[in-house]
T-cell receptor
Framework: DTEVTQTPKHLVMGMTNKKSLKCEQHMGHRAMYWYKQKAKKPPELMFVYSYEKLSINESVPSRFSPECPNSSLLNLHLHALQPEDSALYLC??????????FGPGTRLTVT | SQQGEEDPQALSIQEGENATMNCSYKTSINNLQWYRQNSGRGLVHLILIRSNEREKHSGRLRVTLDTSKKSSSLLITASRAADTASYFCATDLPNDYKLSFGAGTTVTVRA
């Protein structure tokens, strides 16, 4: 299984809501990533988990809270987001920290 | 941060023609990769070339790397409608597990 899955595919939330994005991989990869991508821009790294521990936080606002419950799962908890946080959120995994396998993304709209 | 710059920003070609896009970067790298992204979807890894390699092939893809000029090119031969996508180069630095993506080239293949 060489697939990274993400749920939900689309999410609309208000600025006072709390929601979570989920990501799953069954390739046994040791690193998992969250990226944010705005339209017509490249992905921007948010967080990296290595062996289930947070290893990189790219100065992401605290309204985004990552969690890695086990080696296959990665969550991104969202709270009090702003309209400018609307974007495509991509999850990726990697065994060697170089070649990354991406999920299809969650299209987030904050109203 | 975005290390790579790609040109052209957009490319429109006829089916069957070749497509060439270029990526330039600023600092010495460990590896350079190319990814494809279909509209609004996740990225798909195409090819990785190491800093000590000069050329690599994969199917209809040919990648070159010139470390003296800090540049790479991606050639897609005999293009198909399914090649319509955005293409991103991504570099990683020695002892750094983060990928830095270029701005991307949007390729449209006309039938």
């Amino acid at each position: 299984d060489t697939e990274v899955t993400q749920t939900p595919k689309h999410l609309v939330m208000g600025m006072t809501n709390k929601k979570s994005l989920k990501c799953e991989q069954h390739m046994g990869h040791r690193a998992m990533y969250w990226y944010k991508q705005k339209a017509k821009k490249p992905p921007e790294l948010m967080f990296v988990y290595s062996y289930e521990k947070l290893s990189i936080n790219e100065s992401v606002p605290s309204r985004f809270s990552p969690e890695c419950p086990n080696s296959s799962l990665l969550n991104l908890h969202l709270h009090a987001l702003q309209p400018e946080d609307s974007a495509l959120y991509l999850c990726a995994s990697s065994q060697d920290y170089y070649e990354q396998y991406f999920g299809p993304g969650t299209r987030l709209t904050v109203t | 941060s975005q290390q790579g710059e790609e040109d052209p920003q957009a490319l429109s070609i006829q089916e069957g023609e070749n497509a060439t896009m270029n990526c330039s970067y600023k600092t010495s790298i460990n590896n350079l990769q190319w990814y494809r992204q279909n509209s609004g979807r996740g990225l798909v890894h195409l090819i990785l070339i190491r800093s000590n390699e000069r050329e690599k092939h994969s199917g209809r893809l040919r990648v070159t790397l010139d470390t003296s000029k800090k540049s790479s090119s991606l050639l897609i031969t005999a293009s198909r409608a399914a090649d319509t996508a955005s293409y991103f180069c991504a570099t990683d630095l020695p002892n750094d597990y983060k990928l830095s993506f270029g701005a991307g080239t949007t390729v449209t293949v006309r039938a």
